[in-house]
């Protein structure tokens, strides 16, 4: 993937995916700056010194770069002492999830990894799928079908569970007085693969950020996370950063070895009046080693990345700017072009929001806090939840403001 040359060739480097490939962490990739570093390296440490197979909540707004930064650990860990096991509840059915889906889905992934490293022993082999088998009502007919058609007996199951109502039923139901049973038959298969392969397993639940309902993610973490603790490897879990401005976060987290937190990188000061240099020439490295500066004008750059401040949203303006200019029959991409962008992406917002929502920016737009009054007040988390407000971290501490992208709309709805 070279760097791009003309505007078609750059609209293929702006994919707004993770990183993933060998490949694309070294074409693409860009080291965050000093003042807001990756925690990615203290957490490979702290998994490779630990004691004790830990639980980690790993926090960042969606679009932040999260993915990519897992990604990274999965290889920065050393494979010669650790199996990981990547996971993305996007295999599932998000919009109908919950944690008994999680935990068979779970215990899926790692049997489907288990069965790469070791030869398992029968009985326990055997245990666990009986036991699958009994919670999703699935014969051996079925198995033997989807096996003569290549799907492994895990994926088949994760198939099902991600697309079929009944079947989530089925292991809902049954798994209401027998949760308990599945984490110890989990915990015996960790312990039997981690004893043959000489190797801690290491479990990356990517997306658990993206549960569709605010409701439904407070439902996942604040009603089962004492569950979440309870298999005997190591686990991180990706934790929808909105939920910790509940009064609630704080009697979960402390049942964690530790809450990791991806900051957002700020533009500007929290008065608004400087210019955060090394954040700003992050975003533009982002553009640099995909394309060739001179396809961009010189202020169209700082538009966008004044106008944004989150990686994918900022990739997303950049791809589709680079088409519209394409389209025009120009040579590179101007003021106009991000504008246009700009202005499609805050009109969604606009009409999303309501005027109760409106109220609460311009009070977080002047105090540069984002607090909801009580419990029973959730206006703030769903602005956090939506991406409408933002927290940063920098050296004058916590703050939040409203996304970058809504600033010109702030003395509209002042004037309202």
């Known amino acids: 993937m070279p760097k791009a040359r003309n505007l078609i060739e750059a609209y293929n480097n702006f994919v707004v995916e993770p990183l993933k490939t060998v490949e694309e962490f070294e074409d693409f990739y860009v080291k965050r700056p000093a003042g807001a570093p990756s925690p990615i390296e203290e957490l490979r440490d702290r998994i490779e010194h630990a004691a004790n197979a830990e639980k980690y909540l790993f926090l960042g707004f969606r679009g932040s770069g999260k993915s ?17 096991v ?20 779970m215990a899926l992934k790692i049997y489907d990894t288990a069965g790469k490293e070791v030869k398992l022993e029968k009985d326990i082999e055997d245990d666990f799928k009986e036991f699958v088998m009994k919670i999703t009502k699935v014969s051996e007919e079925d198995i033997a079908s989807y096996s ?3 799907i492994s007996f895990s994926n088949f199951i994760v198939l099902k569970l991600g697309t079929e109502a009944k079947t989530r039923d089925y292991v809902r139901k049954e798994l209401e007085t027998k949760i308990s049973d599945l984490i110890q038959k989990l915990n015996w298969l960790i312990r039997e693969v981690e004893s043959k392969a000489c190797k801690r397993i290491v479990v990356v639940v990517d997306d658990l950020d993206k549960l569709t309902r605010g409701q439904q993610a407070e439902d996942f973490f604040y009603k089962n996370y004492r569950l979440l603790i309870q298999p005997n490897c190591f686990v991180i879990y990706t934790f929808p950063i909105p939920l910790a401005f509940n009064p609630y976060y704080e009697n979960v987290r402390h049942d964690f070895d530790d809450d990791v937190i991806l900051p957002q990188l700020p533009l500007k ?12 020439n992050f975003y533009k490295q982002l553009v640099e080693c995909r394309m060739d ?29 680079t088409i ?10 101007t003021k106009e072009e991000i504008n246009e962008v700009l202005e499609k992406l805050r009109r969604t917002f606009d009409r999303t929001l309501t005027e109760a929502h409106k109220k609460r920016l311009l009070e977080i737009s002047h105090k540069k806090e984002a607090r909801d009054e009580n419990i029973d007040d959730s206006i703030t988390r769903e602005l956090l939840f939506s991406l409408t407000a933002v ?25 309202k």
């Open 68 to 84: 990519t930064e897992l990604n990274r650990l999965s290889r920065l860990i050393d494979e010669d002492k650790f199996i990981i």
């Open 86 to 105: 990547r996971y993305s509840i996007n295999e599932l059915n998000v919009s109908d999830f919950e944690f008994r889906d999680f935990f068979a889905s």
């Open 148 to 150: 003569k058609a290549g």
């Open 269 to 280: 000061s929290k008065d608004g009046k400087k210019i955060n240099e090394e954040n700003f």
């Open 293 to 321: 500066l001179s396809l961009i004008e010189e202020d169209a750059l700082k538009e966008a990345i004044f106008s944004t401040g989150k990686t994918s949203e900022f990739i997303s303006v950049m791809r589709d700017a």
């Open 324 to 333: 519209k200019a394409h389209r025009k029959e120009k040579e590179k991409i």
């Open 391 to 415: 927290e940063y971290e920098d050296k004058e501490g916590r703050w939040c403001d409203i996304n970058l992208l809504l600033q010109p709309l702030v003395e509209k709805w002042k004037k």
